[in-house]
């Protein structure tokens, strides 16, 4: 998806980070509770310093829902991010995303017309009314506007079990995307094997798979990945213990099956968070996620050992875009009176978008505990 971000003035690019510091503090100060900044996990320090809020991305459209005396909602994250928010929050409410290429590559490698074209083609060879779509979080308000019409619902890393539980009580199938590794780890801790699972690939006619794959699989997932995630595998993980035979070591659900059969625990940021600070003093942990936020909790966490599971992980090159300088940027023009980089959804979208993101709290709350 191509977004046009516009360049920033010399008066930020050449700014120094204590010229950048007092101005952010001035304007944030100027806006009072008008402003609401969001903090994904993933952002750069100079970023989360000045969030109000930080966690992932639905707990954070949630909390910006909570804040209605909030004017202008800040999202330091990425661009499905800041629609969630918008399809969540009042009105009344801007949303404002920092840098416009603040993208996420997982949530484009499903479209809204791609997506159309596999429940066609499903139709034409199996009781369409049986499969049930499933976005995960991560992808666009027009894809959870798709699920929402078509009877099914939006998951997190944390909730997928209960949302999949949900589907296949209801349907004979689900359609998961955009995230394939999401969808088979999950599978498989609810105890279904591969042979249950076949991989929708939508550059290809039918997703690749023959009549027989679509009437047989019981999951379909869509041939997508986050790029981070991704690159974290079994010999990272052999390295480690090598070197830390008593290390623990915490994957993502993100990543592949073939890495997290090897992690002692895997789950969201939040989860991989809480375990990091459930673990004894003086253990040494290597983390399957997003650098900054091993470093972060590396800084915040002293008494342990913390390192990435790789130890030449890139950033999320998208997550990563959002610096001081364009935070300083769309707050100083709050402060003028001018609302730069607006998400907004429309009103048809965001509607359907809030049926699937409300039918997943409502399975959620009453899914048993344990």
């Known amino acids: 998806m191509i977004r046009l971000q516009p360049p920033l003035a010399e008066r930020y690019t050449a700014a120094d980070p204590d010229d950048l510091e007092g101005r ?112 995960y979080m991560n992808s666009s308000a027009a894809l959870k506007a798709f699920v929402g019409e078509h009877g099914g619902a939006v998951c997190t890393s944390t909730n997928a079990r209960s949302i999949l539980d949900w589907a296949l009580a209801r349907g004979d199938k689900v359609l998961f995307f955009p995230d394939q590794h999401l969808g088979r780890n999950t599978g498989l801790d609810m105890g279904f094997t591969e042979a249950d699972m076949r991989v929708w690939d939508p550059r290809h006619e039918r997703g690749g798979l023959t009549e027989a794959d679509c009437k047989e699989a019981t999951f379909l997932l869509w041939k997508g990945h986050c790029s981070v995630h991704q690159r974290f595998r079994p010999e990272h993980v052999a390295a480690f213990r090598a070197e830390h035979p008593d290390g623990i070591v915490i994957a993502h659900p993100e990543c592949a099956h073939e890495l997290c059969r090897e992690a002692d625990q895997v789950g969201s940021t939040d989860f991989i968070i809480k375990a990091v600070a459930a673990a004894p003093p003086g253990s040494t942990i290597a983390i399957g996620t997003e650098i900054h936020l091993v470093q972060r909790l590396a800084d915040e966490t002293p008494d342990k050992t913390i390192v990435s599971l790789d130890p030449l992980v890139c950033p999320c090159s998208t997550m990563f875009r959002i610096d001081a300088a364009h935070l300083c940027w769309v707050l100083e023009n709050l402060v003028e009176g001018r609302v730069v980089n607006q998400i907004s959804v429309d009103p048809e979208t965001a509607a359907q978008a809030r049926v699937a993101l409300q039918r997943m709290l409502d399975i959620t709350e009453a899914a048993p505990v344990g």
């Open 24 to 135: 952010i503090a001035a304007a944030k100060e100027a806006l009072g509770d008008r402003l609401f900044v969001l903090g994904h996990h993933y952002q750069r320090d100079e970023v989360m310093r000045w969030a109000d809020a930080r966690g992932d991305s639905y707990r954070l459209s949630v909390l910006a829902q909570q804040r209605p005396e909030a004017e202008f909602i800040v999202f330091c994250g990425v661009h499905f991010m800041a629609e969630s928010a918008d399809v969540l929050t009042g009105d009344h409410q801007q949303v404002v995303l920092p840098d416009l290429n603040a993208g996420c590559s997982m949530a484009d490698m499903a479209d809204l017309d791609e997506v159309e074209e596999a429940w066609e083609a499903l139709a034409e060879v199996t009781d369409v009314d049986r499969v049930v779509p499933i976005t």
